[in-house]
């Protein structure tokens, strides 16, 4: 059973470019939730996708987008990138109504490390 | 709003002695609490959660941490520690029944256990 995937691994941008990121939920995963991890800080949270649609979002600016497939794959975009959008983003999948204390049900991919020049 | 610190960056430990990563959190009411670790290349796993209950909960790969509500903590120990516990520490928190309310993440601690 393949858990989270992301792609790509590593990217390197330069200022101002767009870029998008992708990733592939658990099976059985209907929920997508973006992270932002920036060196030396915790994850964190960018917006979350259901059923196609963006459920929740954290404090970030409208330069970041999302989508959800049918599939339940999603994709974070970034516009206009700025140098300090370089960081590690990790996807994270669960099961629709999974959170409040059942955190053990979310699974994390091992991230696309953005680096912008 | 919900916060947690992680107050060390860096934490060394020789082989075989406890260990103990420290998390304080700030939250309105009572909390749910999580630790995650980060191996390089790899996604956060789940070590542990508080709920409610016992004060000292049990996590994977030998962990244990105890929620002090007094000193709103939950810090995160092991009897013996392994080189292969190196990696990058999470504590988290979300407010009791938030629902779908994500995860807030502290900093992170880096663990060393040295042979």
């Known amino acids: 059973d393949a858990g989270v995937t992301q792609s790509p691994t590593h990217l390197i941008k330069t200022r101002g470019q767009q870029v998008t990121l992708r990733c592939s939920p658990k099976?059985?995963?209907?929920?997508v939730s973006w992270y932002q991890q920036a060196l030396g800080q915790g994850p964190q949270f960018i917006f979350q996708?259901?059923?196609?649609?963006?459920?929740q979002r954290g404090n970030f600016p409208d330069r970041f987008s999302g989508h959800q497939f049918p599939n339940y794959s999603s994709e974070l975009n970034v516009n206009a990138l700025l140098l300090g959008d370089s960081a590690l983003y990790l996807c994270a999948s669960n099961l629709f109504g999974t959170g409040g204390g059942e955190e053990e049900k979310l699974f994390f991919g091992s991230g696309t490390q953005l680096s912008v020049l | 709003a919900q916060s947690v610190a992680q107050p060390e960056d860096q934490v060394n430990v020789a082989e075989g002695n406890p260990l103990t990563v420290k998390c304080t959190y700030s939250?309105?009411?009572?909390?749910?609490l999580f630790w995650y670790v980060q191996y390089p290349n790899r996604g956060l796993q789940f070590l542990l959660k508080?709920?409610?209950?016992?004060?000292l909960v049990k996590g994977s790969y030998g962990f244990e941490a105890e929620f002090n509500k007094s000193q709103t903590s939950f810090h995160l120990k092991k009897p013996s520690a392994l080189v292969s516990d190196s990696a990058l520490y999470f504590c988290?928190?979300?407010?009791?029944?938030?629902?779908?309310?994500?995860?807030?993440f502290g900093k992170g601690t880096r663990l060393s256990v040295i042979a």
């Open positions: 939250v309105s009411g009572n909390p749910y």
């Open positions: 099976s059985g995963h209907d929920t």
């Open positions: 996708y259901y059923e196609e649609e963006e459920r």
């Open positions: 508080y709920i409610t209950g016992d004060n």
């Open positions: 988290a928190v979300i407010p009791l029944n938030s629902g779908n309310t994500p995860l807030v």
